[in-house]
């Protein structure tokens, strides 16, 4: 069967050098041949192994016929969209590692999908090539997904390790991701949690059936995070991880967010480090259940696309139920700051006596060689917006609150 | 549609019990009812809310051409294979949680089932209700499987977490897991490695498509483990784990054992507790991904034998194409005394000197509160038969050789 590949970035190229490398294995697994016919690119490759695949027509994908399953690995929303749009109201299969995508076109081109009866695969948009997408919605299809909590982002996760395990500040973090290659020069999608957010935005659809909006989400990176913070929280027993988390509440609205938070050395999410992922999944049946890999990287990656081009031919005419409703109600989303949390609050000139006066009782943090002046505490539980109305009359009263940072509850 | 249950044990009641209390969303996801239309077991249940369903016949199943999908949940041999063998046959699918029947008959039926066009699935056999079968063989479909390494019975796992964390003799942790339910009253084929044994057959036959049988695999469990080695092992910076671990070798033939291993605490499967499963799969592709969660109980388990049910009526006039060779070629699997390994020793009477003049440098182990007399150490990496030899050397010397635990490289 013919397919194409639009994109020969760092994904794409591994895709193409996956179908490659590997035709007889792929093919004794699909029970049939996968040919790549075409790759759109606007740049020429002209000593590529395939030199003779490129166009830079996307009409020479769309207009044949023969070509039944096409791959988006573009990245971005313009032209991926509209060709994706194209290729499945042409009845052509589409398999897409763009979450970008997915987090905001996912429910339409599903919808468009389910209309001309082709499938809408995107198994690599979360986690890379840990599976993921089709566990929670195949193996756990029995349960009701109560609530997903993950590291959904290597970059973040890695600088967060260094941070941790060699007491390197986040700017130091930083640049040496970069010079690894795991951060790009414009760092701002991993650290500011953007990348989190589109993946947690997928799960949460594919979980609950509705979709949720990027913007919709509230999202924290972990550039104001620093070595204090960190600190405590190993005192404290526990690691700083930047989380992205969404749960079912009893009233059929969801929670979701992205931020750091502090988690105990017992929970399974605190042992991923480095540029590791996993995804944590509770369903009403199997309870805690965890998915964990690299999340990212050219190979993994391209490796779950492949999965889905073979799961694509070997179904060609056979609908995967994979779907999701569109949802344009703002309450189906609720307000971060009416949920209960507990905060992990770092202040300058704080001290037990004034907190508790605000606060009640609290739960006080040490580490090894803080100033006099810095004191850092645990908030009882509470609503978070009363919570930040706490902290408000703390800083009237001369307190500088520092970083706050939710205790995670996974 | 109709589907038929055999069986109405802890799994199998499970089952009735998710497919009645949840018929409108699994209907919404299958986009189709699914109806038990018949219970078999030779108990009564007269008080079942499904009584009427029951039947001590069979037939009642087996000719009933409107009973597309049977659900196998009795556990062991007989008469589960013949059942199972007959209901495809008959170009019924057949779903299994029965980790002896596919590590026994997995090769036959499997074709059998190909034979008639009809499904055989098994994703609740290992790992319980953790999504383990299905993404190893879907979602990691375009990769080579390396090797699978796991913690793949809860009992034994929380029995060493109770020797590690609590200091917690092996006959109490056992006797423990005997009284919270964990544990058999005949314990045997847990501690013994047998029900390990049969997951790491099923997984390597997955991985490298041709059968294993059980008693073609080294199998050792946890009953010689004492607190002494438990001791070294947090010394040395590792806790020890059963362990049942699979890996194609250069040369086409594969390593299977299940065995107590001592892993270090940076390795994943380190971090694996209490009644926890952990399975770990290193893809061509994707290097290491993990597989997470409760690997039992009664309504995990039911959950994954639920979605297999609804993977079955969805695609009902559809093979999946999981499949693996019959093998009997008893050099496929290689000698585990052939393999090169690290030992972990533990001695009486033994010494630096007497040991390293047999083994050369070895690595010196510590604990608190060792007597004089105990001397443990890790041997040099080299090939088992090799250091069982120089063991029996030490033992001539009057060395008693009191535990041996391979260095686990996961």
Redesign the interface.
Same mark, same amino acid.
């Given at each position: 069967m013919n397919v194409a590949i639009m994109g020969h970035g760092v994904v794409g190229s591994g895709v193409a050098e996956?179908l490659y490398t *590997?035709p007889e294995?792929?093919a004794k /697994?699909? /029970?049939e041949e996968i040919v790549v016919k075409r790759i759109l690119d606007l740049r020429d490759f002209p000593d590529s192994p395939y030199a003779d695949r490129f166009t830079k027509d996307f009409n020479d994908i769309l207009t044949d016929d023969s070509i039944r399953v096409v791959v988006e690995v573009m990245g971005g929303i313009h032209p991926a969209y509209d060709f994706v749009k194209q290729c499945l109201e042409a009845n052509k299969s589409v398999v897409t590692s763009n979450k970008e995508l997915v987090a905001t076109k996912g429910a339409e081109l599903l919808a468009i999908a389910a209309e001309h009866n082709v499938n809408f695969m995107f198994?690599a948009s979360v986690g %890379?090539?840990?599976?993921v997408i /089709?566990?929670?919605h195949?193996? @756990?299809? &029995? *349960? *009701?997904i109560l609530s997903v909590a993950g590291i959904l982002n290597g970059t973040t996760n890695f600088i967060l390790t260094k941070m941790i395990e060699d007491n390197m500040g986040f700017a130091d973090a930083l640049a040496l991701a970069q010079k690894l290659g795991y951060a790009e020069r414009n760092p701002s999608a991993d650290v500011d949690g953007h990348d989190a957010c589109r993946k947690i935005c997928i799960l949460a659809a594919l979980a609950f059936g509705k979709h949720v909006y990027p913007e919709q989400v509230h999202t924290e990176g972990i550039t104001s995070l620093t070595l204090e913070d960190v600190s405590y929280a190993h005192d404290w027993g526990g690691v700083i991880k930047l989380i992205g988390q969404t749960k079912m509440l009893d009233d059929g609205r969801i929670s979701i967010i992205v931020c750091p938070m502090l988690l105990k050395n017992s929970c399974?999410l605190s042992?991923i480090d480095d540029v590791f992922n996993g995804i944590m999944v509770k %369903?009403s049946?199997? =309870? =805690?259940? @965890?998915? +964990? %890999? !690299?999340g990212a990287g050219k190979?993994?990656t391209?490796? &779950?696309v492949?999965?889905d081009v @073979?799961?694509c031919v !070997?179904?060609i005419d056979?609908r995967k +139920?994979l779907f999701w409703e569109d949802n344009h109600d703002p309450s189906y989303v609720a307000d971060y700051l009416e949920q209960s949390v507990c905060l992990y609050v770092r202040t300058e000139k704080g001290c037990k006596d004034c907190v508790e006066k605000v606060f009640g009782p609290v739960e006080v943090l040490t580490r090894d060689g803080a100033p006099e002046t810095e004191f850092a505490f645990i908030t009882p539980r509470m609503v978070e917006k009363d919570a930040r109305a706490k902290l408000q009359t703390l800083e009237e009263q001369g307190v500088e609150v520092k970083t706050t940072v939710r205790v995670g509850e996974i």
């Open positions: 996956i *590997n294995t792929i /697994r699909t /029970r198994e %890379g090539g840990i599976p /089709r566990p929670i195949q193996c @756990m299809a &029995a *349960n *009701n399974q042992t %369903g049946f199997t =309870d =805690d259940v @965890m998915f +964990y %890999g !690299k190979l993994p391209a490796s &779950a492949v999965a @073979m799961d !070997k179904h056979t +139920y």
